[in-house]
């Protein structure tokens, strides 16, 4: 997501950078592009008048006008603003309190709290808590199936929920239950409910007045239009929120509804949905995701995500292939077998400034992965160093014995061609060679 | 209205009562009477029950989904008139700052800045030419051309194709699973006999969720086991409903972001699996997207249209307070004409699309 919203902004401060002084003019221009841009992203219209004008503010002022580089400050003052609209710091869940600690879990419908219950329930377990699922959504045909078929995959017990009962009182009786098997967290999976349906909210009211959650965290979608604001208002008004979940970010929402989420609740932005596996949370970091948006690239997360999994002596070696610009078949292949522990390559490589949009463009994904990585292994060596002597019947053998076709072959062959070529094309422009510093300093 | 939403008169059976069957020996499709020519202003009050439906029944049940599609479109109504009403109360000259307001509310109608910036051209031309346009006119001008991008031929749904198979595609938690229900409900209702075919099978309990939704609207689901090869259930499904000589299959598909490559790969793979079992099935790709969804769902429907091809529309979540302003978009721009909207959680609410109604509700 973000990235076509940081595109334009970067189309912006393309034109402002070639000038040497703003005139008022000028920032207005600018200004009006920023407004452009957030409104395709769908930020709410309200939020973004208000963010433009106070982003006119600072930049109208002397700062600006007076700077030796105004475009770089103009990017720094939108840069700014988005972080503090998105909230300064990283804010970490709330587990203080007596034990269990209840988090409950609201939103409309479909936004994805019951899988963000299970995925929360494992980054917790991750961390050592134990964690206990409770299902409470007892309208949506099967939810508590759902949930409690998704608790046995994260390992995580489930409270029994029935059907008949009523939310309110599952919730407290599982909060018993939770206690008396020494559970540490309790998370509250409600059904979903329209902000305007006074009786559901007021249902998700009375599940909170029960259990007295620690955070009350409203799971929000990333592809949410205009209407967020009012979604968010409501839900904040008459349940009362302490955080915010969105998800489904993977995709290629501009995720303007972060926000205007954030803007008329409030409350922090926690954690991310990156997709639909259970492991796919993460932290929210106000930084990185306005450094995203402005097309700095996620590099932060990109380095701890390396960290994680990326095998330190391999990921050097790349780096210095990298510098030298070789790079064969056999060092994407190896680049493939780290890719697959780390995620999706579109992913990895969407955190690199300046070609995470481009390498997007390629189609790749883990069962491709897969094949491709069988179609290099059937390549002989010399193959592998020097792709040019792969010929017709080459191919016809390296397919073959890959259990793939030609045009497998083929595809894999130019992936790599235009690989190589943004790879070597992005070390020119910049990104890259920093990237790869401040990849060996992280590490 | 509704001349798209085919109906088929049954044979005389225990459950449904020989009424309403205008020939009771043989199954006969027919679709009601063509519409009259639309009124020149046409307005909430008078509702297109005008169209003279075969029956009085029909008339009564006719009404009824139009009552519900307004109904459900009040909170919509309401918010926007609130608006518009205001901006429209004098019948003034339009200026710089009335045309801003405008925007404003189009905006966030979710409508899209692309759409409402050529939506405004016109009037923003002839204001800079000084020409006088009167509030009047601009609102009777915005509901035409807003008229004209819903414009779009609507193809007879079910589609006559026997079996005819319908997919039901789209990003996660938009409503699919729900609206398949919703759809076998009304077309049970309409005489047609209905199968689902379970081919989610990725997302935990979305099985379980079909199977209930079958018993309690009462389809047969065709499923395999969690985690199956989504292309063999289809398989499997168009075999037994060609078998059991179904009216309709409706495929319940597994949400996924359009960006996702293999997904994408893997729906494409179900379409072609549906072709082999049943000739040029499937006969209907619905896209469905979600109400509150904002500018995405021009993506969306981009990337799905490139992957499979797309016939129309379901706009989901309609009962709150997003106004779905993108849908008009998305049909205008990718040709596909919005067969139903989702109005809430139980299988009654759904309603046939009907452009008037919907450009009466959002232009008061
Ligand atoms: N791509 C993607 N899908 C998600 C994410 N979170 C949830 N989903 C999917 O969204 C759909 C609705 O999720 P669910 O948890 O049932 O939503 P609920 O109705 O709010 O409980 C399911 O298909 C989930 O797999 C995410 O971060 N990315
Ligand atoms: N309020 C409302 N909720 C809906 C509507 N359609 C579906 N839903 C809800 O949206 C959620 C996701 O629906 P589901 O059919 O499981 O979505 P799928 O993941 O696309 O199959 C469920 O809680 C449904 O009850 C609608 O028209 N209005
Ligand atoms: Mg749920
Ligand atoms: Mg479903």
């Keep these: 997501m973000f990235e076509n919203l940081s595109d334009r902004l970067e189309g912006v401060f393309q034109k402002l950078r070639g000038k040497g002084k703003l005139t008022k003019e000028d920032v207005e221009r600018g200004l009006r592009e920023v407004r452009l841009a957030l409104l395709e992203a769908d930020v709410n219209y309200r939020?973004?008048?208000?963010?433009?004008?106070?982003?006119?503010?600072?930049?109208?002022?002397?700062?600006?006008?007076?700077?030796?580089?105004?475009?770089?400050?103009?990017?720094?003052?939108?840069?700014?603003?988005?972080?503090?609209?998105?909230?300064?710091?990283?804010?970490?869940?709330?587990?203080?309190?007596?034990?269990?600690?209840?988090?409950?879990?609201?939103?409309?419908?479909?936004?994805?709290?019951?899988?963000?219950?299970?995925?929360?329930?494992?980054?917790?377990?991750?961390?050592?808590?134990?964690?206990?699922?409770?299902?409470?959504?007892?309208?949506?045909?099967?939810?508590?199936?759902?949930?409690?078929?998704?608790?046995?995959?994260?390992?995580?017990?489930?409270?029994?929920?029935?059907?008949?009962?009523?939310?309110?009182?599952?919730?407290?009786?599982?909060?018993?239950?939770?206690?008396?098997?020494?559970?540490?967290v309790v998370i509250i999976d409600t059904a979903g409910r329209l902000h305007v349906d006074e009786a559901m909210m007021a249902e998700a009211a009375a599940i909170k007045e029960a259990v007295s959650?620690?955070?009350?965290?409203?799971?929000?979608?990333?592809?949410?239009?205009?209407?967020?604001?009012?979604?968010?208002?409501?839900?904040?008004?008459?349940?009362?929120?302490?955080?915010?979940?969105?998800?489904?970010?993977?995709?290629?929402?501009?995720?303007?509804?972060?926000?205007?989420?954030?803007?008329?609740?409030?409350?922090?932005?926690?954690?991310?949905?990156?997709?639909?596996?259970?492991?796919?949370?993460?932290?929210?970091?106000?930084d990185r995701l306005a450094s995203r948006i402005l097309g700095m690239g996620d590099v932060l997360t990109l380095i701890e995500k390396a960290q994680e999994t990326f095998d330190l002596k391999k990921a050097q070696e790349f780096r210095?292939?990298?510098?030298?610009?070789?790079?064969?078949?056999?060092?994407?292949?190896?680049?493939?077998?780290?890719?697959?522990k780390l995620g999706s390559l579109q992913e990895v490589f969407g955190m690199l400034p300046g070609i995470g949009k481009k390498i997007k463009q390629i189609p790749f994904d883990e069962k491709e992965i897969v094949r491709m990585e069988a179609i290099i292994n059937s390549m002989t060596r010399q193959e592998r160093l020097n792709p040019r002597i792969i010929n017709a019947s080459r191919k016809r053998r390296i397919a073959r014995g890959s259990g793939t076709t030609v045009q497998d072959v083929n595809r894999l062959l130019k992936s790599y061609e235009e690989m190589r070529k943004l790879l070597k094309k992005a070390r020119g422009a910049r990104g890259l060679e920093r990237l790869a510093q401040r990849l060996l300093r992280a590490i | 209205m509704l001349k798209w939403f085919r109906r088929k008169f049954k044979k005389k059976t225990e459950e449904t009562p020989s009424a309403e069957g205008t020939s009771p020996e043989t199954p006969v499709q027919e679709t009601s009477s063509p519409e009259p020519p639309p009124p020149e202003t046409p307005s909430l009050a008078t509702p297109v029950t005008e169209s003279v439906a075969p029956s009085a029944e029909e008339a009564a049940e006719?009404?009824?989904?139009?009552?519900?599609?307004?109904?459900?479109?009040?909170?919509?109504?309401?918010?926007?008139?609130?608006?518009?009403?205001?901006?429209?109360?004098?019948?003034?000259?339009?200026?710089?700052?009335?045309?801003?307001?405008?925007?404003?509310?189009?905006?966030?109608?979710?409508?899209?800045?692309?759409?409402?910036?050529?939506?405004?051209?016109?009037?923003?031309?002839?204001?800079?030419?000084?020409?006088?346009?009167?509030?009047?006119?601009?609102?009777?001008?915005?509901?035409?051309?807003?008229?004209?991008?819903?414009?779009?031929?609507?193809?007879?749904?079910?589609?006559?194709?026997?079996p005819a198979v319908v997919f039901f595609i789209g990003v996660n938690g938009v409503g699919k699973t729900t609206t398949l229900?919703?759809?076998?409900?009304?077309?049970?209702?309409?005489?047609?006999?209905?199968?689902?075919?379970?081919?989610?099978?990725?997302?935990?309990?979305?099985?379980?969720?079909?199977?209930?939704?079958?018993?309690?609207?009462?389809?047969?689901?065709?499923?395999?086991?969690?985690?199956?090869?989504?292309?063999?259930?289809?398989?499997q499904g168009l075999e037994a409903a060609k078998a059991r000589g179904v009216d309709v299959v409706l495929v319940d598909t597994a949400g996924r972001l359009h960006t996702k490559y293999n997904l994408m790969e893997e729906l494409k793979k179900m379409v072609r699996v549906a072709g082999k079992v049943v000739p040029e099935a499937p006969h209907e790709n619905i896209l469905v997207l979600d109400a509150t969804t904002g500018q995405n769902a021009v993506s969306q429907a981009k990337l799905f249209g490139q992957a499979v091809r797309l016939d129309s529309l379901i706009l989901t979540k309609m009962d709150g307070t997003a106004k779905g302003g993108i849908a008009i978009t998305v049909a205008h721009l990718f040709r596909l004409p919005i067969r139903f909207v989702g109005l809430g959680e139980k299988m009654e609410d759904l309603a046939p699309f009907e452009p008037r109604a919907f450009v009466q509700a959002l232009m008061p």
């Design chain 1, 213 to 286: 959650p620690r955070e009350v965290l409203l799971v929000a979608d990333a592809m949410t239009g205009q209407d967020a604001v009012n979604m968010a208002r409501s839900f904040q008004e008459k349940v009362g929120l302490t955080g915010v979940i969105l998800t489904k970010v993977e995709g290629d929402a501009r995720g303007g509804a972060a926000l205007s989420i954030r803007e008329v609740t409030g409350v922090p932005i926690k954690f991310l949905g990156t997709g639909e596996k259970i492991d796919a949370l993460e932290v929210f970091y106000p």
């Design chain 2, 62 to 162: 006719e009404k009824k989904l139009w009552d519900r599609f307004k109904k459900g479109l009040t909170k919509t109504r309401e918010r926007l008139r609130e608006g518009l009403a205001e901006l429209f109360e004098v019948d003034r000259l339009v200026d710089q700052a009335f045309l801003e307001e405008l925007e404003e509310l189009l905006i966030t109608a979710d409508i899209g800045i692309e759409t409402v910036n050529r939506l405004l051209e016109p009037s923003r031309r002839k204001l800079l030419l000084g020409e006088p346009l009167k509030v009047s006119e601009l609102k009777r001008s915005l509901r035409e051309e807003i008229l004209r991008m819903l414009d779009l031929p609507t193809p007879p749904f079910p589609p006559e194709a026997s």
């Design chain 1, 320 to 340: 210095e292939k990298l510098r030298r610009q070789e790079f064969t078949l056999e060092d994407l292949r190896e680049q493939l077998r780290q890719v697959r």
């Design chain 1, 47 to 184: 939020v973004v008048k208000n963010f433009v004008e106070r982003v006119r503010e600072r930049a109208l002022g002397a700062e600006v006008l007076e700077s030796l580089t105004p475009a770089q400050q103009l990017i720094k003052i939108v840069h700014e603003e988005l972080i503090r609209t998105l909230g300064e710091t990283p804010a970490p869940l709330d587990l203080g309190g007596p034990r269990p600690v209840p988090l409950l879990l609201v939103g409309l419908q479909g936004s994805g709290k019951t899988t963000t219950a299970a995925k929360l329930a494992l980054f917790l377990r991750k961390k050592g808590h134990r964690p206990y699922l409770v299902p409470a959504d007892v309208y949506r045909p099967a939810a508590i199936d759902q949930l409690k078929t998704l608790a046995e995959k994260v390992g995580v017990p489930v409270y029994d929920t029935q059907p008949s009962e009523n939310p309110v009182d599952i919730a407290r009786k599982a909060l018993v239950e939770a206690k008396a098997q020494g559970r540490d």
């Design chain 2, 181 to 235: 229900a919703k759809v076998a409900w009304h077309l049970k209702e309409r005489g047609f006999s209905v199968l689902a075919v379970a081919a989610d099978t990725f997302r935990a309990a979305a099985i379980e969720q079909l199977v209930t939704w079958g018993e309690r609207v009462g389809f047969e689901v065709i499923r395999q086991a969690q985690g199956a090869d989504p292309g063999a259930v289809v398989y």
